[in-house]
């Protein structure tokens, strides 16, 4: 695959056009004739891949060098995890018929979410319009059952879903309260097998990742004996508190490590033993959307 076209403007059709030719690579490599190494991977092979290429992203992201160096970087990390995307849609375009599915399903899908859990966003009829615009209509795209646009949005048949605690500032834009409710409200109706605090968390996540969703669903749901929330700290502070946390971590994980510890399976026992005393069915409305 050749390297950018400069000639190229960044507007207008670009990424469009740049994204058909990603698709069209993808598919030669994939075809007959192509790859044998792209023609054999699935999407279990591919899980390791993603996972590295998106560690690397983090990498881009926290170098040190604010530079072009960086900028590079990043770029090209990112294009990393949107081949890994088109890869798994790739392979989806092979699935036996009622499990087929292509890159098209997988845009549509993120993007009918976003619409949908930012109804203060996107008003009723917004998505009629843009679909129109893209050449689309909702019958191309999976409508999660009970949920439309108007009956989540303000106004429409379901704008009660703030409930009613919900708060409105003055100026009449959403406050935080509301907008956390309206998220809260939407997810349920996408996700209904989702009837327990710690439900939806990835089992595979890193120990310390897990234990970070972990604690904030046990904030949303009010699980008892958490610290309460400290106002957060300006910029200078914070990255201090950040160092002298990382240290601290660091020193814990030397000292296990000395002493022949585990220290990833240790917090991860510990994260699933607090799951499991603290798991209850969850409340119908969340404190927060976080």
Same mark, same amino acid.
């Given at each position: 695959? /050749?390297?950018?076209?400069?000639?190229?403007?960044?507007?207008?059709?670009?990424?469009?056009?740049? =994204?058909?030719?990603?698709?069209?690579?993808?598919?030669?490599?994939?075809? &007959?004739?192509?790859?044998?190494?792209?023609?054999?991977?699935?999407?279990?092979?591919?899980?390791?891949? #993603?996972?590295?290429?998106?560690?690397?992203?983090?990498?881009?992201?926290?170098?040190?060098?604010?530079?072009?160096?960086?900028?590079?970087?990043?770029?090209?990390?990112?294009?990393?995890? %949107?081949?890994?995307?088109?890869?798994?849609?790739?392979?989806?375009?092979? !699935?036996?018929?009622?499990?087929?599915?292509?890159?098209?399903?997988? #845009?549509?899908?993120?993007? +009918?979410? %976003?619409?949908?859990?930012? @109804?203060?966003? =996107? @008003?009723?009829?917004?998505?009629?319009?843009?679909?129109?615009?893209?050449?689309?209509?909702?019958?191309?795209? /999976?409508?999660?059952?009970? /949920? $439309?646009?108007?009956?989540?949005?303000?106004?429409?048949?379901?704008?009660?879903? $703030?409930?009613?605690?919900?708060?409105?500032?003055?100026?009449?834009?959403?406050?935080?309260?509301?907008?956390?409710?309206?998220?809260?409200?939407?997810?349920?109706?996408?996700? &209904?097998?989702? $009837?327990?605090? =710690?439900?939806?968390?990835? @089992?595979? #996540?890193?120990?310390?990742?897990?234990?970070?969703?972990?604690?904030?669903?046990?904030?949303? !749901?009010?699980?008892?004996? %958490?610290?309460? &929330?400290?106002?957060?700290?300006?910029?200078?502070?914070?990255?201090?508190?950040?160092?002298?946390?990382?240290?601290?971590? =660091?020193?814990?994980?030397? +000292?296990?490590?000395?002493?022949? %510890?585990?220290?990833?399976?240790?917090?991860?026992?510990?994260?699933?033993?607090?799951?499991?005393?603290?798991?209850?069915?969850?409340? @119908?409305? &969340?404190?927060?959307?976080?």
């Amino acid at each position: 695959m /050749t390297a950018h076209d400069p000639a190229v403007p960044d507007g207008g059709s670009a990424p469009g056009a740049e =994204f058909e030719r990603l698709l069209a690579v993808m598919d030669r490599l994939r075809s &007959p004739g192509g790859c044998p190494w792209d023609a054999a991977q699935t999407h279990e092979s591919l899980l390791r891949y #993603l996972v590295e290429e998106s560690y690397e992203v983090v990498e881009a992201v926290e170098a040190l060098e604010p530079s072009e160096r960086r900028r590079t970087e990043l770029v090209e990390e990112l294009g990393d995890v %949107l081949l890994q995307v088109v890869f798994h849609s790739r392979i989806g375009q092979e !699935h036996p018929d009622g499990q087929r599915f292509d890159i098209s399903d997988v #845009l549509a899908a993120v993007t +009918d979410k %976003l619409v949908r859990r930012h @109804p203060a966003v =996107f @008003p009723p009829g917004h998505d009629a319009a843009a679909r129109q615009a893209a050449g689309t209509t909702a019958a191309d795209s /999976t409508v999660v059952e009970g /949920t $439309t646009l108007d009956s989540a949005s303000p106004g429409g048949t379901g704008s009660d879903v $703030t409930g009613a605690g919900s708060v409105v500032v003055g100026n009449g834009t959403p406050s935080d309260a509301e907008l956390a409710a309206r998220w809260d409200a939407v997810k349920r109706r996408e996700k &209904p097998q989702r $009837t327990r605090i =710690f439900d939806g968390i990835p @089992p595979a #996540l890193p120990a310390l990742a897990y234990a970070e969703k972990a604690l904030s669903k046990a904030r949303r !749901h009010g699980v008892a004996g %958490l610290p309460e &929330p400290r106002p957060e700290s300006d910029e200078q502070d914070r990255q201090a508190e950040e160092d002298a946390l990382g240290e601290e971590l =660091f020193r814990r994980v030397q +000292d296990s490590s000395a002493r022949g %510890l585990d220290a990833e399976r240790a917090l991860r026992t510990a994260v699933r033993r607090f799951v499991r005393d603290h798991d209850a069915p969850s409340s @119908p409305a &969340p404190s927060d959307a976080r």
